[in-house]
């Protein structure tokens, strides 16, 4: 299995897909890794199955898929239909059953303010995701801190709209940025 930490230094923009268009642009585009933020489970598999056909690395995240709960039951039910590289989520439990069943994980955590960070720090200490999505991504003076406390790969998300806002997050620490902007796909 190809490791998130791997992929990220040699592709730093992820395409974010929303939809069957985006899906298609997506697949079609240089970029090595996908989050899947649409669908549902009972479209999930052929979102996926597309996805791998195109020779890109999937994430599915689980809070946004129509019918589906990120519990061991759900995330198995996962592994078994679409078998993506791994789950991204916003729920500390849903990291660690995923772990348990070997899906590599992308902790999402939304940066408002200091009790925020500090409960995203706490969150990504015991649950030991792959990786890290910081949202909103252009949040990039906070990704320099989070960065100082944590052990794992930071990815910039949300609200990234530009080239230089991807190069600004870089440049403060993120190792790479998700975007649903198909032109940034380009970089």
Request: charged share 25%; glycine share 6%; aromatic share 4%.
């Amino acid at each position: 299995m190809t490791s998130i930490s791997d992929v990220l230094i040699e592709n730093p923009v992820i395409a974010a897909v929303r939809n069957d268009e985006e899906l298609e642009r997506a697949a079609k585009s240089p970029v090595k890794i996908v989050f899947v933020v649409y669908g549902s489970i009972l479209t999930l598999r052929d979102i996926c199955d597309r996805l791998h056909r195109a020779d890109k690395l999937v994430f599915v995240h689980v809070d946004m898929i129509d019918g589906l709960r990120g519990d061991t039951a759900g995330l198995e039910y996962i592994r078994r239909t679409a078998a993506p590289a791994g789950v991204v989520t916003t729920r500390a439990s849903t990291v660690r059953s995923a772990k348990q069943l070997r899906f590599q994980t992308i902790l999402r955590v939304f940066l408002l303010d200091s009790l925020s960070l500090e409960t995203g720090v706490k969150n990504v200490l015991e649950t030991k995701p792959d990786a890290v999505e910081i949202m909103p991504g252009i949040a990039c003076r906070l990704i320099g801190q989070m960065e100082q406390k944590i052990s794992v790969p930071v990815i910039a998300g949300g609200l990234i709209k530009t080239k230089d806002q991807v190069i600004e997050c870089l440049s403060d620490g993120a190792v790479a940025i998700s975007t649903s902007n198909g032109e940034l796909w380009e970089m």
